[in-house]
């Protein structure tokens, strides 16, 4: 079975701070995704990588780094996190070839709230 | 206007029912199609994908694509409480993102 963990469920954080997620794959998947879901809005993506340390824009990039320095993990960095962040967020990982790729696994997501 | 439109919901039916779900989207270019489920306090898993136009069933399940409408639908057959979910559409265009556009996802309840 594919697992796809992310460090925490809920998460409290004040204003300014600077806050790191955790996302881990054990499927050696190539593709990995950072995610935020907020009501009525969906999914929308933050940032991907289709290989170590390589990076894509998603479409809500502003105030959000990420890292991926092995195959397995992908950290999404709140550089100074805001309450305009508060969302629940979601990472994934899926094969980057062939018609497997848009297959994508989802962890069980980490609500932050930034107060 | 967004990409990929989904009616909210919520839609509650009794258990039994034949449940309708659907996507309009605006972008041509769009070549697979996929439906997504999400159970409360969870991330999503896939259900169903499919390319062509035309319908794929898969149990109770039945995908059906219009391209030329821009226009998907999933169809549950004697919906089930364990159905109750929230139901995302997704999409992806096939030029090397490998990244889907979603819908905003539609809340299903199944009353037993």
């Known amino acids: 079975d594919v697992k796809v963990t992310q460090s925490s469920r809920y998460l409290v954080k004040r204003t300014g701070e600077k806050v790191f997620l955790e996302c881990v794959q054990d499927?050696?998947?190539?593709?990995m995704f950072w995610y935020r879901q907020d009501p009525g809005l969906g999914l929308r993506l933050i940032y991907f990588?289709?290989?170590?340390?390589?990076?894509e824009k998603g479409d809500i990039p502003e105030g959000y780094s990420v890292s991926r320095e092995k195959k397995e993990r992908f950290s999404l960095i709140l550089e100074s996190a805001s309450t305009n962040q508060t969302s629940m967020y979601l990472c994934?990982?899926?094969?980057?070839?062939?018609?497997?790729?848009?297959?994508?696994?989802f962890g069980p997501g980490t609500r932050l709230t930034v107060t | 206007q967004k990409e990929v439109e989904q009616d909210p919901g919520p839609l509650s039916v009794p258990e039994g029912a034949i449940v309708s779900l659907n996507c309009t989207y605006s972008n041509s270019a769009f070549q697979y199609f996929m439906w997504y489920r999400q159970y409360s306090r969870k991330g999503p898993e896939l259900l169903m994908y499919t390319y062509s136009s035309g319908n794929k069933e898969d149990g109770r399940f039945t995908a059906q694509v219009d391209k030329s409408s821009k226009y998907i639908s999933l169809f549950i057959r004697d919906s089930q409480p364990s159905d109750s979910a929230t139901y995302l559409c997704?999409?992806?265009?096939?030029?090397?993102?490998?990244?889907?556009?979603f819908g905003s996802g539609t809340r299903l309840q199944v009353q037993p």
């Open positions: 997704a999409m992806i265009i096939d030029t090397g993102r490998r990244a889907l556009t």
């Open positions: 499927m050696d998947h190539e593709n």
């Open positions: 994934a990982s899926s094969f980057r070839t062939g018609y497997e790729y848009y297959e994508q696994y």
């Open positions: 990588s289709y290989d170590v340390k390589m990076k």
